[in-house]
């Protein structure tokens, strides 16, 4: 059993092939942590917790002052009782007081994973699970702790129940998913962070004392901070060494924080924001936060990302999409914008057909008056001068050239200017005296209603039952403000943020568990709330809206640290490229796309022949390794430096491909030669281009030469078969 209780010492072990993670019990009341790494076959206690007489330090054990909350290495923080450091919890009782005293009451182990109430996890596999149940005697309040053990992944889900036994109501106004003390601080702090356009870039700084910490009080996840850190050795690269990864499974917002304390240990803690929160919590009602993703990786960064990539594949994204290859899209956004009639719209599908194509996506434009971005969000019947048919004429037509059909939505958005806003002001997020800040010419809809979420499920069901849609592009293109709902009192207020996020994830969860055939994008202008929360229901994202390959190859890499190739949507757009003006090549564009989840975004009627012919080589090589570029193994091989060169490896049993981006041209071109470090070393390979054959030892250890190019934005392919 891989999770073990020794009540003589009062230690839990809770351990698989790869990991161990260990907690003990001290004065029978505090849960400590006392060890997280690689797999102990047995744990001791060698490193017995340290107890010394501090000054400063207050003692909750009258009868022992070495013994104190100020210093212990905790599971869970404390409050008003001692432990300054950063909290994972605040609860205010009704008589406006802030002190607790949770201490541990009892605690049970069983077989499997138990899903979180109203909020996305990862989906059951082989694991095992234990409690640990701490409670308030005074305020006759419980805290369960829940540890989830996967077996066959490096990898423990934390999380935590709060339930209120008394007759009184609390307000929970922090409530984190996850706290651990680490005994040391010697750590780099590893975070993605960016912006609109310039999503993923990895962040890398070494720990210093105090609170170092990212968060979002946007209302999402944010394109701004991805809601992950990652504590890994000074000495850890792509390649090798310890990680230790943190990831919330939450589309809101977030905190994930750590604070290097007086005497050299770190505490990490992550969870919802805080200072954006707080729950009323009623007599007899529980309070369940979002799950946080532990991974433990000894192969450095590319050993972190292999396990969130399959993971994230197969436990994490909706079970029909899990093992389904994905069609070849054309998307009409950056050909079309908001100009297009039907007759426009079938001659590129036909000219998709015949370049192999497979789905035609209709991005924004297509309802209301929406002719630009002023207008008509909430409006979800079609706009007649375009779509005389309307969206089920269209479809029939795209369906008999043999393709399917897809379709843009902003479904959480309300235009001023829309006859949605006139029938029903009330259901924009707001709050009572001040006017509502608009964000791309609109205002956010008030999930946190029911009946906003009704008119939702009603507006999408009645598109997705006429069986004519088989891809939905969910978009969100604003953050919040005015956060706060007409229909609710003052005491809840706080909790808008939170409750948006639930009714969110209620209609993503009715609506797919209804139409599981439909294959849904998940976007917030690009990659703004790529995040496990959004990827329960959404099998992939839109990664940016920055489609230059250029950038795209630095966006790509930075979200791979997380996510797999086919969870990131990736389209070849046309030249100059629209954000940045870039000119690269098709050829370059065409791999950089085929590294994520295959797509075109241009005007396929406006290309010379030459163009075409191309592109239809694509496709057809594409075509030819979809299960390898979609399912294969990705690794990361070289990080952009200064001129832009990064390198990747994608590999399953049979071949690899290497993608290596020269980026900007370079005098003084230093050696380069490649290594592909994850080849089998017994096997031999062929290269499909020379035909010839190499050990995969010998291109692991010596590399290949890569030759000098005297070009910007060049990229090249290598790729072998096993012999
Ligand atoms: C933002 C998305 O990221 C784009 O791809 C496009 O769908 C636009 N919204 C449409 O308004």
């Not at 048919?389 to 939505?409: C, D, M, N, P, S």
């Not at 039952?465 to 978009?475: E, F, L, N, Q, V």
């Not at 100059?576 to 003006?581: E, L, R, Y």
């Not at 592109?615 to 070289?638: D, P, S, T, V, W």
Request: hydrophobic fraction near 35%; charged fraction near 20%.
């Amino acid at each position: 059993m891989p999770i073990l209780f020794d009540s003589e010492k009062e230690i839990f072990h809770l351990s698989n092939s790869a990991i161990s993670y260990v907690m003990g019990i001290e004065k029978e009341k505090y849960i400590t942590h006392r060890y997280f790494g690689r797999t102990l076959p047995f744990y001791s206690g060698s490193n017995a917790l340290l107890q010394i007489d501090r000054g400063f330090a207050t003692n909750p054990d009258k009868a022992d002052r070495r013994f104190s909350l100020n210093s212990l290495l905790m599971e869970t923080s404390t409050q008003g009782t001692g432990d300054h450091r950063i909290s994972n919890y605040q609860i205010r009782r009704s008589n406006g007081t802030t002190v607790t005293n949770f201490v541990y009451h009892t605690h049970s182990i069983f077989t499997g994973k138990p899903s979180l109430k109203g909020l996305p996890s990862l989906r059951a596999a082989i694991a095992e699970t234990l409690e640990i149940v701490l409670i308030d005697e005074i305020q006759k309040l419980e805290m369960i702790l829940s540890y989830t053990l996967f077996e066959e992944y490096p990898v423990i889900t934390r999380s935590v129940r709060f339930v209120n036994h008394s007759e009184d109501t609390v307000f929970l106004e922090n409530a984190g998913s996850m706290m651990i003390d680490f005994p040391r601080s010697d750590f780099d702090m590893v975070t993605l962070n960016g912006s609109h356009t310039n999503e993923a870039n990895i962040s890398r700084q070494s720990l210093h004392t105090g609170v170092q910490k990212i968060e979002s009080t946007r209302g999402t996840s944010s394109p701004q901070h991805q809601p992950f850190l990652a504590l890994v050795d000074a000495k850890t690269d792509e390649f090798q060494g310890e990680v230790y990864a943190f990831h919330l499974v939450y589309s809101g917002n977030f905190t994930a924080q750590v604070e290097v304390e007086q005497y050299g240990s770190s505490r990490v803690q992550i969870g919802i924001q805080p200072e954006t929160f707080e729950w009323c919590l009623g007599p007899s009602e529980d309070f369940q936060t979002p799950e946080v993703v532990i991974n433990y990786s000894t192969s450095g960064l590319n050993g972190m990302s292999q396990t969130f990539h399959h993971l994230y594949q197969n436990h994490l994204a909706p079970a029909p999409w899990q093992k389904q290859e994905r069609s070849i899209l054309l998307n009409t956004w950056e050909a079309n914008y908001f100009d297009f009639h039907e007759a426009d719209l079938l001659k590129q599908a036909d000219l998709a057909k015949e370049t192999g194509i497979e789905l035609f996506v209709l991005d924004d434009g297509w309802f209301g008056q929406r002719n630009d971005d002023t207008t008509s969000l909430g409006d979800w019947f079609e706009n007649q001068e375009k779509l005389p048919q309307g969206i089920v004429g269209l479809a029939e037509k795209i369906h008999r050239k043999g393709l399917t059909f897809g379709l843009w939505f902003e479904p959480e958005m309300i235009s001023e200017n829309s006859r949605l806003f006139e029938a029903h002001p009330e259901w924009a997020l707001q709050v009572p005296d001040y006017p509502l800040t608009e964000g791309r010419r609109q205002f956010v809809l008030d999930l946190s209603q029911a009946a906003v979420q009704e008119y939702l499920i009603a507006v999408l069901s009645k598109y997705l039952s006429t069986g004519k849609i088989d891809y939905i592009k969910w978009d969100m293109n604003r953050h919040l403000t005015e956060v706060g709902s007409l229909a609710y009192p003052a005491e809840q207020q706080k909790e808008i943020s939170h409750r948006y996020v639930l009714r969110l994830y209620q209609v993503l969860d009715t609506i797919t568990k209804c139409f599981p055939n439909c294959l849904f994008e998940n976007c917030s202008s690009g990659g703004g709330r790529f995040d496990p929360g959004m990827m329960y229901y959404m099998a992939q994202t839109w990664t940016s809206d920055n489609t230059d390959a250029l950038c795209r190859s630095k966006i790509q890499y930075g979200y791979s640290l997380l996510y797999p190739p086919i969870m990131m949507g990736a389209h070849v757009s046309p030249v100059p490229n629209h954000q940045v003006g870039r000119k690269t090549s098709l050829h370059t564009r065409g791999l950089i796309a085929m590294s994520g989840n295959f797509g075109y975004e241009l005007d396929l009627t406006s290309l010379a022949n030459t163009e075409r012919i191309e592109i239809m080589e694509q496709i057809n090589f594409y075509k030819a390794h979809r299960r390898l570029l979609q399912f294969g193994k990705f690794y990361r091989l070289r990080s952009a430096d200064e001129y832009f060169t990064s390198a990747w490896l994608i590999k399953n049993d049979t071949e690899a491909m290497i993608f290596y981006f020269n980026g900007l041209a370079r005098p003084a071109v230093p050696v380069n030669y490649l290594k592909t470090r994850y080849l089998d070393d017994q096997a031999a390979y062929k290269n499909t281009e020379t035909g010839e054959i190499v050990s995969g030892a010998e291109l692991n250890d010596a590399g290949i030469a890569i030759p000098r190019i005297k070009e910007d934005f060049s990229t090249l392919l290598f790729h072998w078969k096993k012999v």
